[in-house]
C-alpha cells in the first residue's frame, strides 16, 4: 500500500493550448493482478481525496468488503493538480526552478482523464474491470472512457453528471471568492489562504450536505444557549480539518477542472449525443438527498448512457452519502454484477446454440 510514483518525461499537453514541462502521478496499487489481467478496479477520487482508496472509501473498499484486495487489482492515482504526490500547484516548475503556486495552469476534466491514460500505459493495463468514481471521480471516469471506447468493461458512477450545472459552479465560484479574499492568496507561499480555505470548506458543506442533514446532526438541544451552537463549531472545525491536510492553490485548481466538465465539448453537437458514444455496461447511482448533484442528473446520464443501469440510495447525508453509505452501496453494485452476470451467460449460451 504504499505510495508510488509515475513519471511523465514529455511535454503534457493541456486542453487550453498550454503544457506542463512533464507530469509525475503519485499513485497506489492493492492486491494482485491475475493472470487473465481481468480483475483490475480502478477507482477515480473526488475533489480532495487521494490515492489510499481504503482511506477514504473504507467499508466499499477493504478486505471485508465489496472490492477486496484479495480479489482485485485496485488502482487509484492522485488526480492532476492536487496536492498529494502528483503536479500541481505546490509542485516545482522545472523550467523556473520555482514552485507554481498560483501560476500553475488551469487543467480540465478532460487533462486529467488524459493523464490516467499515461499511468494505465505505465502500468500496462489492457482492460480495466470496473471503473469507478463519485462526484468529480465520476466526471473524470466519463471523460476517461469517451477518450479511450475499450477501456472499461464495467463503468459506476455515482452522484456525477454530464455537464458541470450553473448550481454546482455557483457554489464553486463562492468558495474561490472566499480562497481570493484573503490577501495571502497571492503571496505565493504554500501556506498561504489558509483563512480563505476555511471559509470556502464552509460554504462547500451547505451543499455537500444540506438542510435535513444539519437538522438531524447539528441540533442544539440546550435551548438556552445564545452562542457557540453546534452547526456554527462544525463549519469552523470542518474548514480547519481542511486547512490542515489541503493547499488552497490546489483546491481552486481542481473547482476549476470540475466546472470545465462537458461531455460534448469538442466532441458531439449534443451532450445527448456524446454519452451515447459511451460503451462500457454502466450503473448510476443517486443520492436520494443530494441538492448538489440532484438525482434528475443521473437519471439523464443512465437515460442517454446505452447501456446504463440506474439505481438510487437513501441518506441523510446528501451529497456526501455516496462516501458514507457503503453498505447500500455495496447492495447495488452487488446487485447490477450479479444481473451482468446473468445477462452475459444468456449472451454465451446464444452463441453457442447459434
Known amino acids: 500500500m504504499s505510495l508510488s510514483k509515475f513519471t511523465y518525461q514529455k511535454r503534457f499537453q493541456l486542453e487550453n493550448g498550454q503544457s506542463l514541462p512533464g507530469i509525475e502521478i503519485a499513485y497506489q496499487t492493492f492486491g494482485t493482478l491475475n493472470k487473465e489481467r481481468n480483475n483490475v478496479i480502478w477507482v477515480v477520487h473526488a475533489?480532495?481525496?487521494?490515492?489510499?482508496?481504503?482511506?477514504?472509501?473504507?467499508?466499499?473498499?477493504?478486505?471485508?468488503?465489496?472490492?477486496n484486495p484479495n480479489d482485485y487489482f485496485i488502482v487509484c492515482a492522485n488526480n492532476l493538480g492536487s496536492c498529494y504526490g502528483t503536479t500541481g500547484p505546490l509542485s516545482i516548475n522545472s523550467e523556473t526552478k520555482e514552485a507554481w503556486f498560483n501560476y500553475f495552469p488551469q487543467v480540465t476534466i478532460k487533462d486529467i482523464a488524459a493523464s490516467l491514460e499515461l499511468l494505465k500505459e505505465?502500468?500496462?493495463?489492457?482492460?480495466?474491470?470496473?471503473?469507478?468514481?463519485?462526484?468529480?471521480?465520476?466526471?473524470?471516469?466519463?471523460?476517461?472512457?469517451?477518450?479511450n471506447s475499450t477501456l472499461a468493461e464495467n463503468l459506476i458512477l455515482i452522484a456525477t453528471n454530464a455537464q458541470h450545472s450553473p448550481w454546482g459552479i455557483a457554489f464553486n465560484e463562492s468558495q474561490r471568492l472566499a480562497i481570493k479574499a484573503d490577501r495571502t492568496y497571492y503571496s505565493n507561499t504554500e501556506d498561504a489562504a489558509k483563512k480563505g480555505l476555511a471559509a470556502a470548506r464552509s460554504i462547500a458543506l451547505l451543499s455537500y450536505r444540506g438542510y435535513s442533514a444539519y437538522?438531524?446532526?447539528?441540533?442544539?438541544?440546550?435551548?438556552?444557549?445564545?452562542?457557540?451552537?453546534?452547526?456554527?463549531s462544525y463549519q469552523r472545525y470542518q474548514g480547519e480539518k481542511l486547512v490542515n491536510r489541503f493547499n488552497a492553490y490546489s483546491?481552486?485548481?481542481?473547482?476549476?477542472?470540475?466546472?470545465?466538465?462537458n461531455v460534448a465539448r469538442n466532441r458531439s453537437e449534443t451532450i445527448e449525443q456524446a454519452l451515447k458514444l459511451i460503451k462500457a455496461n454502466t450503473l448510476v447511482?443517486?443520492?436520494?438527498?443530494?441538492?448538489?448533484?440532484?438525482?434528475?442528473?443521473?437519471?439523464?446520464?443512465?437515460?442517454?448512457?446505452?447501456?446504463?443501469?440506474?439505481?438510487?440510495?437513501?441518506?441523510?447525508?446528501?451529497?456526501?452519502?455516496?462516501l458514507i453509505e457503503t453498505s447500500k452501496l455495496t447492495k447495488v453494485i452487488t446487485e447490477y454484477y450479479a444481473k451482468e452476470k446473468i445477462k452475459k451467460d444468456k449472451l454465451n449460451l446464444q452463441k453457442t446454440n447459434n
Do not use: C
Not at 48 to 67: I, K
Open 47 to 67: 475533489l480532495t481525496a487521494n490515492s489510499n482508496v481504503f482511506d477514504w472509501w473504507n467499508g466499499l473498499f477493504g478486505e471485508n468488503s465489496l472490492y
Open 251 to 261: 483546491y481552486v485548481r481542481l473547482l476549476d477542472a470540475m466546472d470545465s466538465h
Open 122 to 147: 505505465h502500468l500496462h493495463i489492457d482492460k480495466i474491470h470496473t471503473l469507478i468514481g463519485g462526484s468529480q471521480g465520476g466526471q473524470i471516469a466519463q471523460e476517461w472512457v469517451l477518450q
Open 285 to 322: 447511482i443517486g443520492v436520494t438527498t443530494d441538492i448538489l448533484f440532484p438525482t434528475a442528473e443521473q437519471k439523464y446520464l443512465a437515460k442517454y448512457i446505452s447501456n446504463a443501469t440506474y439505481a438510487e440510495i437513501d441518506s441523510e447525508y446528501g451529497h456526501d452519502g455516496f
Open 215 to 232: 437538522d438531524t446532526t447539528q441540533k442544539d438541544v440546550n435551548y438556552n444557549k445564545t452562542t457557540n451552537y453546534a452547526s456554527a
